[in-house]
């Protein structure tokens, strides 16, 4: 299904002891449907296994960048370790190495002339060579520089056509232990772990806070404000442990439960930054279910967007529903609002329309407007004009492809996976072949 990727920096006013600063693109507001986690326990929660892929991207010209593959491993495994309790686990699925000399930018970009993520054009360019399947892959960028005092960023949201989604850290950040590339002040790895915890869905636990410590707005419910999680109470950034000089509130109890400065999601020194709170980590479990599904399960019963009724098809009975409460001021999203307005309309509709016969689950939609291999990717028109002399879109599931009709006088021969990369060959009835590739937005 088709989603968009909003960019949205958020940072805050940093004091001189700035132990850490990073960026979060998406949108920042709370797309999980009203009451999604209003009745989850931690036996909701089951396992998720992520599939990690690690890309070293590194120059001769900056220092300490071509980290060593015996690094890599150990990286994820402190990521498990920071994990733990959560039910949530990565397993290293491969990794690569990319010399940026080959980049016509290479040099602006040692210079700091093109930093990321402030250069999307040369980020783009970067992950459309690079990446993985990014519906299948958690990506791991490992670069050697970045805007400012940035040390990472993530995309909080999932969207398909986002060449860049994934996971951005410093090289000097990237690793656990004694390593020659790494920074003692970042060498636990802790950098990797925050970030990932965006990917998975979650903001900071200052977000949307305007500097002090406080309790939460009694009017607003507590997963619609700060950063969408009942048991962090609206803080400041932190860049302290408890009980030492530092930006932080004190220990609290918040919604029933004690929260301290020592949260993977603060700014706190590494060494101190242990704990996800039971909150975030079912905001985690519900994030991964609502958008990210396709990294660890290839059911097809899973939650869409636009999918009111469950059924697991976007369809007529989704559409009657939009229908039934069209106008209707303050429904929820079970009554049609999918873009979480209280207003259902047009943007509903719409919605619908848009992604009317997806079978949620089912990757329907993954080639939609497809790059034929060894060039880069088309626009979705003169892909159709290459198929089909009709103005049919390219919609297909990959459990019955081969022999498909594709469009008039098209035919699918055979499908092939290469590194999470669906290839698909098609013969015309002319006797021409084609060769499209999945993952290249």
């Known amino acids: 299904m088709l989603m968009i990727a909003f960019f949205a920096i958020t940072t805050t006013s940093?004091?001189?002891?700035?132990?850490?600063?990073?960026?979060?693109?998406?949108?920042?507001?709370?797309?999980?449907?009203?009451?999604?986690?209003?009745?989850?326990?931690?036996?909701?929660?089951?396992?998720k296994e992520i599939p990690v892929v690690v890309h070293v991207v590194y120059t001769d010209s900056l220092p300490n960048t071509y980290i060593p593959e015996e690094a890599i491993q150990p990286a994820i495994d402190q990521l498990n370790v920071d994990f733990e309790g959560t039910n949530i686990s990565f397993n290293l699925a491969g990794y690569d190495y990319t010399d940026l000399t080959q980049y016509g930018w290479h040099d602006a970009y040692v210079s700091g002339q093109v930093c990321f993520p402030n250069y999307q054009t040369q980020?783009?360019?970067?992950?459309?060579?690079?990446?993985?399947?990014?519906?299948?892959?958690?990506?791991?960028?490992?670069i050697p520089k970045?805007?400012?005092?940035?040390?990472?960023?993530?995309?909080?949201?999932?969207?398909?056509?986002?060449?860049?989604?994934?996971?951005w850290v410093l090289s000097k950040t990237f690793g656990y232990g004694e390593w020659d590339h790494l920074d003692p002040a970042y060498n636990e790895n802790e950098t990797l772990t925050h970030e990932l915890g965006h990917y998975c869905g979650l903001f900071h636990t200052f977000n949307n806070n305007p500097g002090q410590c406080g309790a939460n707005?009694?009017?607003?419910?507590?997963?619609?404000?700060?950063?969408?999680?009942?048991?962090?109470?609206?803080?400041?950034v932190s860049y302290g442990c408890p009980g030492t000089t530092g930006f932080y509130c004190p220990i609290a109890v918040y919604d029933g439960a004690m929260f301290t400065a020592r949260n993977h999601m603060d700014y706190g020194k590494q060494f101190c930054r242990d704990e996800f709170t039971p909150g975030q980590i079912d905001r985690m479990h519900a994030m991964l279910e609502y958008q990210r599904y396709e990294l660890y399960t290839d059911e097809a019963d899973t939650f869409c967007p636009g999918d009111f009724n469950g059924d697991g098809v976007i369809g007529t009975a989704d559409m009657l529903i939009i229908l039934a409460?069209?106008?209707?001021?303050?429904?929820?999203?079970?009554?049609?609002?999918?873009?979480?307005?209280?207003?259902?309309?047009?943007?509903?509709?719409?919605?619908?329309?848009?992604?009317?016969?997806?079978?949620?689950?089912?990757?329907?939609g993954l080639f939609e407007g497809q790059s034929v291999v060894g060039v880069q990717p088309v626009p979705l028109n003169k892909m159709i004009a290459t198929l089909s002399e009709s103005n049919s879109i390219l919609r297909f599931t990959v459990y019955t492809i081969t022999g498909q009709i594709v469009a008039s006088g098209s035919k699918i021969l055979g499908l092939e996976i290469q590194n999470g990369i669906y290839l698909i060959e098609i013969e015309f009835n002319d006797g021409r072949k084609i060769v499209l590739k999945s993952g290249m937005y």
């Open 325 to 364: 409460n069209y106008g209707c001021i303050g429904c929820d999203y079970t009554m049609g609002d999918v873009s979480l307005d209280y207003i259902v309309g047009v943007t509903d509709l719409n919605w619908v329309l848009g992604n009317w016969g997806d079978i949620c689950g089912d990757e329907i």
């Open 123 to 142: 980020a783009t360019i970067l992950s459309n060579d690079i990446s993985w399947d990014i519906s299948r892959y958690c990506n791991v960028y490992v």
């Open 217 to 236: 707005d009694p009017d607003i419910p507590c997963e619609y404000e700060g950063d969408y999680v009942c048991d962090t109470p609206p803080t400041k």
């Open 14 to 47: 940093l004091p001189q002891e700035v132990e850490e600063i990073c960026v979060t693109l998406g949108e920042n507001k709370n797309v999980l449907p009203m009451g999604f986690l209003k009745n989850r326990t931690q036996s909701n929660n089951f396992p």
């Open 146 to 167: 970045m805007c400012s005092t940035i040390l990472g960023y993530a995309y909080v949201g999932y969207g398909p056509n986002n060449a860049d989604d994934g996971v």
